[in-house]
């Protein structure tokens, strides 16, 4: 079935500093990557919708300059959290739609849990 | 606006026992889906089962059966002979229909299960 690789799959940090996760369709083409953020024992809430060759389409609320979305490529999209503060940790789960199938079934990559120091 | 609920927080089920999970929707679009995924401890969000608005029977895979019930909005998950490994987070969610974009999946709350051999 279709695999999506997140990475890193967990990352401390400092406060202050910058926080890349990349999330790769590993076989098949993702021209669309949701970037969904889950506090611990709550729901998963999204944060943006990134577009291969365009601008993300952030959610209200969501910060475009502290949560930069990149997609660059058919097969890659990444989250980069600028600046990072405590109040940024959290779990970051990104998912992609695969478009042949009857559902256009997301799948999800395995998730990066952020904790900022 | 969507909205997706789910009341309960969590449910206990003895193994090899039935469960049944809720979840009611509102929509004012006629054409939508229905997901319901899985999320253990590590994370990670497993597909369970899809059901689509116009679909006439209910969905099954395996040992999960969706109850749809399309005037009440409803769409509860019924898991059939319960295994300790059933023991995890679950999510309904609600997608609207496709209008030229890949439009995002809206998760509700979540119901912990537990599952006590």
């Known amino acids: 079935g279709a695999v999506v690789s997140q990475h890193p799959s967990w990352v401390i940090c400092k406060s202050g500093t910058s926080v890349k996760i990349e999330c790769r369709s590993l076989?098949?083409?993702?021209?669309?990557m949701f970037w969904y953020r889950q506090f611990p024992k709550q729901s998963l809430m999204l944060m943006a919708t990134?577009?291969?060759?365009?601008?993300?389409?952030?959610e209200q609320g969501v910060e475009k300059d502290k949560f930069l979305i990149n997609h660059a490529s058919l097969t890659l999209s990444t989250l980069t959290v600028t600046s990072a503060h405590p109040e940024d940790s959290s779990f970051y789960i990104c998912?992609?739609?695969?478009?042949?199938?009857?559902?256009?079934?997301?799948?999800f990559g395995s998730g990066t849990q952020l904790s900022v120091l | 606006a969507q909205k997706i609920t789910q009341t309960q927080p969590g449910m206990f089920v003895q193994e090899k026992e039935a469960v049944t999970l809720d979840c009611t929707y509102d929509?004012?679009?006629?054409?939508?889906?229905l997901f319901w995924y899985k999320q253990p401890s590590s994370g990670e969000m497993i597909f369970l089962i899809y059901?689509?608005?116009?679909?006439?029977q209910n969905a099954t895979e395996g040992r999960y059966s969706l109850n749809f019930q399309k005037a009440r909005k409803s769409a509860n998950l019924v898991i059939s002979a319960s295994q300790l490994g059933d023991s995890a987070m679950y999510f309904c969610?609600?997608?609207?229909?496709?209008?030229?974009?890949?439009?995002?999946?809206?998760f509700g709350a979540g119901t912990r299960l537990a599952v006590h051999p």
């Open positions: 076989d098949f083409q993702a021209t669309t």
């Open positions: 929509t004012s679009d006629p054409s939508y889906g």
């Open positions: 969610a609600m997608r609207e229909a496709f209008s030229g974009g890949y439009n995002k999946l809206i």
């Open positions: 059901q689509g608005s116009y679909d006439q």
């Open positions: 998912s992609a739609p695969l478009l042949d199938s009857p559902n256009e079934k997301l799948f």
């Open positions: 990134s577009n291969e060759g365009s601008k993300a389409t952030y």
